[in-house]
C-alpha cells in the first residue's frame, strides 16, 4: 500500500538552530515529489518539486532533498516566521496524490 | 487576484441537511480537485477533474457529488450531511495532472451538528 510518513509531528526549534524535516515514503512509481506549507487557516502554499533522487531545491532559508526512499526539508537559521506546518505530497504512477500528515514547527524568537 | 477561491469560507449546518460548496480558479488550469482535511490534519484527495471529466474518485460516500460547469469551477454538493463529514474543504488546481504544482484555495471549514 502507498504509503508517506512524515516525522517528526512537531518540532520547536529556537531562532538560529537550524533542522531538518524527514518525509519517508513507499510508494509503487514515484512520479513526483512535493513540499506545501500551510498556515493556520488557510489552504497549502507550494514550496518545491523533486521528481528524481539526488535532485536538490533551495528558497531562502529553506532546501529539499530527494533520495529513493525520503525527501528532507532542510531549514537553516530559522525565524519565527517560518512557524507553519510542512506537508509532503507525492504524486505516484497511479494518478494518485497522497498527503503526509505534516510537521508542525515552531520558532521562538 | 485570487487564484483560487472557495465560498463559503464556513458552512455550519444541521445533520441532513444538503449543501454545495463553490470553487473557482483563473489560473487558466486544466485540472481541479477537491480535499478533505480532517481533525488530526490529515489531507485526502476526493475528486478530480480534467478539461470537465472525471478522473479519479477516491472511495468517498456517493452523497459527495462533484459539480462542473466549466473549467474554471468545480462545485462541490453534498446530500444527507453526516456528523462525521466535519472537516475543512480544500479545492485545488493544477496546470496538467497530477505531476503539475497543485495550487489551493483558502478552504471551507464545514461544521455538522
Known amino acids: 500500500e502507498d504509503q508517506v510518513t512524515q516525522s517528526p509531528e512537531a518540532l520547536r526549534l529556537q531562532e538560529g538552530e537550524s533542522s531538518s524535516l524527514n518525509c519517508s515514503y513507499t510508494v509503487s512509481g514515484l512520479r513526483g515529489l512535493f513540499w506545501y506549507r500551510q498556515d493556520p487557516g488557510k489552504g497549502p502554499e507550494f514550496l518545491f518539486t523533486l521528481y528524481s533522487a539526488g535532485e536538490e531545491k533551495e528558497k531562502e532559508r529553506l532546501k529539499a532533498t530527494l533520495t529513493k526512499k525520503e525527501s528532507f526539508l532542510h531549514i537553516t537559521a530559522p525565524k519565527p516566521e517560518d512557524s507553519a506546518t510542512y506537508l509532503c505530497?507525492?504524486?505516484?504512477?497511479?494518478?494518485?496524490?497522497?498527503f503526509g500528515a505534516g510537521t508542525r514547527l515552531f520558532v521562538k524568537a | 487576484d485570487t487564484a483560487v477561491s472557495q465560498t463559503p469560507k464556513y458552512l455550519v449546518t444541521q445533520m441532513g441537511n444538503d449543501k454545495s460548496i463553490k470553487c473557482e480558479q483563473n489560473l487558466g488550469h486544466d485540472t481541479m480537485y477537491w480535499y478533505k482535511q480532517d481533525s488530526k490534519k490529515f489531507l485526502k484527495i476526493m475528486f478530480s477533474?480534467?478539461?470537465?471529466?472525471?478522473?479519479i474518485n477516491e472511495t468517498v460516500p456517493n452523497r459527495f457529488s462533484p459539480k462542473s460547469p466549466d473549467k474554471a469551477h468545480l462545485n462541490l454538493h453534498i446530500n444527507s450531511l453526516e456528523l462525521g463529514d466535519s472537516a475543512v474543504y480544500f479545492c485545488?488546481?493544477?496546470?496538467?495532472?497530477?505531476?503539475?504544482?497543485?495550487?489551493f484555495g483558502p478552504g471551507t471549514r464545514l461544521t455538522v451538528l
Open positions: 477533474y480534467n478539461n470537465k471529466e472525471l478522473i
Open positions: 505530497a507525492v504524486h505516484t504512477g497511479g494518478f494518485k496524490t497522497i
Open positions: 485545488a488546481s493544477s496546470q496538467e495532472g497530477y505531476t503539475d504544482t497543485q495550487y
